[in-house]
């Protein structure tokens, strides 16, 4: 091994456990400035997983969350320089952290702080125009595939992680108090036009949305959504996320250009 | 419009940013904060670019890394560059990423030949991948490390002789090394030749809270300190003007404020002779 990589083994070692990397000068001389060295790195994924689960850390407090994010650090660490992609593991984490045995629902809102940058930094396209559908005959309508635009993230949580995350999500002011409904959500995260929307799903709309991303057309989308909820009023539903910006254009949806 | 002092762009500052009509204000991002497939912020950047002249300042290539650049990163800077044109590109004398983990700092390295010799295999490579010159920056060092064949000058000019790289000078870190492993700035800054330098970092330092001033820390958390300035100013009397930036990332103020200290820079820059070193062809 090169005495550079050497050195780099020795000092990313002592990044972790805080001692200076030996035969690099005086250990007492060295001390003061790892401890510089491993400050600013703690401090930089510290700050990274803030920025990325900011619903998480209201929710629990500056504290709380400082210390989750070190223990996490203990397993997971950023793979590069794009920090935006660090904490991928994080919502699972939480999900086995002791300390958050009692809050069932963080790990969905961690979940759901994780669409918001997918969604936030997919790319941009345009999106299906509310009434494209209205001059389409009906038996044309079920053979019709309509595709999710690509910042949609689809989630099914068994909790009302969904609505919790909407009311706490900064920057909007902390919500005084609330009463959540408690029950099963799904959660459509989005960016349309410019900023990320999050619309809060049944389990029909759920359903619907789900098969959508796998594919399939309308016809099998409705089904789908009927036979999670019979009683699902599939035309409300549709408009509703036609108007929310779910959907590509059809143009794109059927001609779209190969690899 | 030729571009004087600049400032690190801000998102938060967008608006300001772009209703400011000072001459040759440019503005400063690190590129690893736009490596996404779409969205607002290359939409601000792009908004941004219309009227103002872009530097790209990378703080993940990790170029004194005993690695390889990442083709991929390199690949998104080149996408980068491709669509915003930047002015300049710029990287560190550092390391980050090791062996699939990367560490958000700086971090330092004995300068041997050995180290010398890859990191300027890196700089090819990266010039190579970007085709165009880019600048490299002198860190804050926090450690006497031993085991250094050559002075951070010396290493550093052997690489824009081997590269046909530039040098970013940060003249906070200047301040900041010298101080933190004891030797003079003045004289550190007096070696560099000004035909090597083609943009200059301004920045505020914090003294470590145990230590205090005897371990100086590179915050960018503070305006830029007055021996700073001072040191700035007889750079520019001597090589003339550069483009420069004032650097905030911590307890960031107000956009007028660090505008006004965007202004000082630039009425230094007015009074040093225009570019004294014109052959900066290759940057």
Known sequence: MSSLAAFQDAFAAALRDGRPPRGYGDPARLEAGMT??????????????????????????????????????????????????FGEGFPDFLATFPPAEALSYLPGVASLDRFWIESHTAADAPVLASGALADLPPDRLFELTLRLHPSARLGWFPDPAPTIWRLNRPPAPAPDEVQVDWRAEGALVARPWGDVVALVLDA?????????????PLGGAATAALTADPQADLSRHIAAFIDFGAFEPLQSAIGRPGP | MRPTAGLGFKPEHFDEA????????????????????????????????????LSLHGVGLSLAADADPDPAHLARLKALVDRFSPFVVSEHLAWSAWQGAYNPDLLP???????????????????????????????????????HDLDEVE??????????????????????????????????????????????????????????????????GAPVAEPVWRLYERLIARVGARPTLIERDEDIPSFGDLLSERDRAAEILAGGSLSADPDLAHV
């Open chain 2, 155 to 220: 290493f550093l000019l052997e690489l824009v002789r081997r590269t046909g790289c530039g040098l970013l000078v940060d003249v906070n870190n200047v301040f900041v090394s010298a101080c933190n492993l004891g030797f003079s700035p003045e004289a550190y800054l007096d070696a560099v030749p000004g035909s090597a330098i083609g943009e200059i970092h301004l920045a505020g330092h914090t003294p470590d809270g145990r230590l205090g001033e005897r371990l100086l820390i590179d915050t960018h």
């Open chain 1, 36 to 85: 510089v060295y491993r400050n600013t790195v703690f401090k930089g994924l510290l700050d990274a997983l803030r920025a990325n689960f900011p619903t998480v850390e209201r929710l629990v407090g500056a504290e709380w969350f400082s210390a989750a994010a070190h223990a996490y650090l203990e397993v997971d660490w950023a793979r590069g320089p794009s920090l935006m992609a």
């Open chain 2, 18 to 53: 772009m209703a400011c009509q000072a001459v040759g204000l440019w503005f400063e991002v690190h590129p690893e904060n736009y490596m996404v497939a779409g969205g607002p912020r290359l939409a601000m950047l792009e908004a941004l670019r219309c009227d103002h002249e």
């Open chain 1, 204 to 216: 029909a709309g759920f359903a619907f949305l789900k098969a959508c991303w796998r594919g399939e």
């Open chain 2, 109 to 147: 390295f004995p300068r041997t030949r050995a180290a010398l010799d890859r990191i300027a295999a890196n700089i090819d490579r990266t010039q190579a991948a970007l085709g165009r010159a880019i600048l490299v920056e002198n860190p804050s060092l926090y450690m006497p490390l031993e085991g």
